[in-house]
């Protein structure tokens, strides 16, 4: 089992930054791949970024590389998100997410653990 608790998040102007964090606890996680996903009023949750906890291989959507970078403290056993160049379309709600399919870390359906989510606004 595998808990996920997230943090970070809150109201920021466009163009600005928020670093969200993921605490995790549980089983070993060297074995998981880390996400995050986010969801928009109205709209599907949708892949963010991704990192593999063995490797440190990252992945990111489109419409935020670049902008966004997903890291992780072994010794914290915490996954961040620094979110910079904000943009009002960039408001949601975040979830942290953990998967043991590593291939299929862009999946909501491949998630076995999320977390409740932490809710990023940003203002134009």
């Known amino acids: 089992q595998v808990q996920l608790v997230e943090s970070g998040g809150g109201l920021v102007q466009a163009g600005g930054s928020l670093r969200l964090s993921c605490a995790a606890s549980?089983?070993?996680?060297?074995?998981?791949?880390m996400g995050w996903f986010r969801q928009a009023p109205g709209k599907e949750r949708e892949f963010v970024a991704a990192i593999r906890w063995g490797s440190g291989t990252t992945y990111y959507a489109d419409s935020v590389r670049g902008r966004f970078t997903i890291s992780r403290d072994n010794a914290e056993k915490t996954v961040y998100l620094q979110m910079n160049s904000l943009k009002p379309e960039d408001t949601a709600d975040y979830y942290c997410?953990?998967?043991?399919?590593?291939?299929?870390?862009?999946?909501?359906?491949?998630?076995?653990?999320w977390g409740k989510g932490t809710l990023v606004t940003v203002s134009s």
């Open positions: 997410a953990a998967t043991y399919y590593s291939y299929s870390y862009y999946s909501t359906d491949a998630m076995n653990y």
């Open positions: 549980g089983r070993t996680l060297s074995s998981y791949t």
